[in-house]
């Protein structure tokens, strides 16, 4: 079996004026950190809850230091050996029609530096939806997806993807828009090309201590790498999704190379050990598929669908492709969805149909990364 490098006590994270990245460190990270500074244990959760606690979300220690609530020496030198941003500015913010926010940040650091990446914020009724991305670009060359074509530019250090969380939750605060709930890794790249500043951003995102999130509210999608998501699920309390997209070996390896490195079989086979029917209570994998007029929508692919599922305990999402310019593939008709939903649902599986959200903002599954591209071509 392959082996993969793991998270290792390490030495603290840090950017490149030498400066440790208080939004990069789990929470035994940052404690050790604190101790090595001199100062009490718990003093970390003190920290997370200025970065994190809604009703503080600090950008600086000055805010901190005029609180009064914390001493002014740990302060000074809190100034001089850390840093409080997670290395990405928010440069524009694009509002839909239908209220979905796409959050355009700078990379301010890295082999990435000077890029775009985008996190896009979606309300429904019951919910407050942040879309974050984990990748500058995306190495796996997904047929159908915009972000692909860009191919891998550089991974997004914890911090990063942490700030994302960190400056929806301070918008949705200041704009009325509500809780953030639910947090998905469905931007752009690939997650678990990027383990370990995923595996650690995740762990921070579900801490009671960190940004608080229900561990079933954070949702890590894949391309389907085996080896990365049998640790992630044995790493992380998070959720995850695999974007399925196609029923037979020949189609899934066309649209998706990654299965030409682990087929149907492979991916299903590892899916049903780690989802076992009976055991593990009530956790079970999500399946994207996004419907594709006329290349995966027949109903033999329905049944093959159900087929594949069989003992897999899996919601299953129907999604509605988003065509981009130059793409070659189109959206399967509504009735065509809807006749594909009837033949899953009727053998027992449970599958919903996913409506696109903020098409006029260019920021709705598939799309994100369209700034990134037009920026490229200019
Ligand atoms: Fe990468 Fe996801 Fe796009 Fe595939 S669909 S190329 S994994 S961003």
């Known amino acids: 079996a392959k082996t993969l490098p793991t998270r290792g006590p390490t030495n603290y994270p840090t950017a490149a004026d030498g400066k440790v990245l208080l939004k990069g460190m789990t929470l035994a990270q940052l404690e050790r950190w604190v101790v090595h500074c001199g100062e009490k244990p718990s003093r970390a959760l003190q920290l997370w809850g200025w970065l994190f606690r809604r009703d503080k979300l600090a950008r600086t220690v000055d805010e901190m230091r005029r609180s009064g609530e914390v001493s002014r020496k740990w302060c000074t030198q809190l100034e001089d050996s850390a840093k409080m941003n997670g290395r990405l500015k928010l440069t524009e913010t694009v509002v839909a029609t239908d209220g979905t926010r796409k959050l355009l940040f700078q990379v301010l650091e890295g082999r990435g530096k000077q890029r775009t990446v985008e996190a896009v914020l979606i309300p429904t009724e019951s919910r407050l939806t942040l879309c974050v991305s984990s990748q500058v670009g995306c190495g796996m060359n997904c047929q159908f997806c915009l972000t692909g074509r860009m191919g891998l530019l550089s991974n997004l250090d914890t911090d990063m993807i942490v700030e994302q969380v960190v400056v929806a939750r301070r918008m949705a605060r200041d704009e009325d828009l509500g809780e953030v709930t639910n ?196």
């Open 183 to 378: 947090v998905v890794f469905m931007g752009m790249g690939e997650p678990l090309s990027n383990l370990n500043s995923v595996l650690d951003a995740c762990d921070i995102l579900v801490d009671t201590g960190g940004l608080a999130f229900s561990r079933n509210k954070v949702t890590v999608s894949t391309s389907g790498l085996v080896p990365e998501l049998r640790r992630f699920c044995s790493e992380s309390p998070a959720s995850l999704a695999v974007s399925l997209n196609a029923t037979t070996d020949e189609v899934r390896s066309w649209l998706m190379p990654v299965n030409r490195r682990y087929n149907l079989a492979t991916l299903i086979e590892a899916l049903k050990e780690i989802f076992p029917r009976e055991g593990r209570a009530q956790r079970h994998v999500f399946l994207e598929y996004i419907m594709l007029k006329d290349i995966n929508d027949s109903l033999e692919d329905a049944e093959r669908l159900v087929r594949l599922t069989e003992d897999l305990p899996c919601k299953i999402n129907l999604i509605s492709f988003n065509p981009h310019d130059g793409s070659e593939f189109f959206p399967s008709p509504m009735e065509q969805v809807r006749a594909f939903h009837d033949a899953v649902a009727s053998k027992g599986r449970v599958v919903t149909i996913r409506h696109s959200r903020g098409d006029d903002a260019s920021a709705a599954c598939g799309q994100l990364g369209i700034t990134e591209l037009i920026g490229n071509s200019e």
